[in-house]
């Protein structure tokens, strides 16, 4: 999807959060050089086509105490892939759910999803009662806990911001 | 609105939340308000001032507790991304992930148990610069890269339950 000029100076004025006062639009549109009006509507279409997710608190997991973060890569019938795609993103603990190629023969996976928990074994259980609740037993899978972040912080290309693909973590 | 000081322990680690941080925390991860004030409107709805809700978000910023109050982006909507996987001798780990970490295009990079075991996410303007930066990766430790972009994005993004 092409971006305006007006859409990417507006993502680089939000990337990092809303000024905390009373009037933050205000505020953006002063950095900006328009108008409040401009800035809520330009944030409005973003939402609209889907570029921004959601606008609202961007809380750190591993900060909150939910430091347990595992990829759970699935080996999924080509067939199956979008009806098994939905079921886990709907999944309340599964904060991302991704089609990736196959690298046969080292890397048979073509479905990650990523799991939040307390605990390693929170999510053992919380994956557990997935596979229970969506029959998912015949399914080839692998649970990759991650063990260390080397490092975690958004894409961001010169003056203008890119949208980032979330990989290791949560968002933010 | 209860403002009583609840003591949530979180691993080992206490962590102390007002009633209003937990709502703030759990309860405004998406909607908020596209409205001139929109923390009037959060601090209607929490019976507080406009000011006791900004003071609370910036200290849970301040804390750590809360990145930012603002977007989150979709992924890949705009120049070129991959999710790439490393197979490194655990006595090299430290050294591959810091040469790996050097590259202004990395914006994820994690250990993982896994053969598999060095995790991160190249991102850049074109497809040709994400490529360029795999083929150093490669040529400079001297491992084969696994290049696994972002086919298609099932996601209900409704946030993340903290307290259900």
Known sequence: MELSDTDRALIAAVQDGLPLVAHPYAEVARQLGTSEADVMAGIASLLERGLIKRMGVVVRHRALGYRANAMVVWNVPDENIEQIGRLLSGETYVTLCYQRPRRLPHWPYNLFCMIHGRSRASVRRCLETMIEAHGLHGIEHEVLFSTRAFKQCGARYGKFAMPQEPAGSAHG | ?164
């Open chain 2, 1 to 164: 609105m209860k403002q009583a000081t609840e003591q949530v322990t979180l691993l080992n680690t206490p962590l102390t939340l007002t009633a209003l941080e937990k709502t703030l925390l759990n309860d405004y991860q998406r909607d908020l308000p596209l409205c001139a004030s929109p923390f009037d409107e959060i601090a209607q709805q929490c019976g507080v001032s406009t000011e006791e809700v900004l003071q609370k978000l910036r200290s849970l910023q301040q804390r750590g507790l809360i990145s930012r109050v603002g977007p989150v982006f979709a992924p890949r909507r705009a120049g070129a991304s991959t999710l790439a996987a490393l197979s490194v001798p655990v006595d090299e780990l430290d050294a591959v992930a810091g040469f790996v970490n050097g590259f202004d295009e990395v914006n994820h990079n994690y250990q993982r148990e896994h053969h598999f075991n060095l995790w991160f996410v190249v991102a850049a303007a074109d497809q040709d610069r994400v490529d360029a930066v795999l083929d150093t990766i490669e040529t400079m430790t001297g491992l084969p890269v696994l290049d696994l972009p972002l086919e298609r994005a099932f996601y209900i993004d409704l946030g993340f339950p903290l307290w259900s």
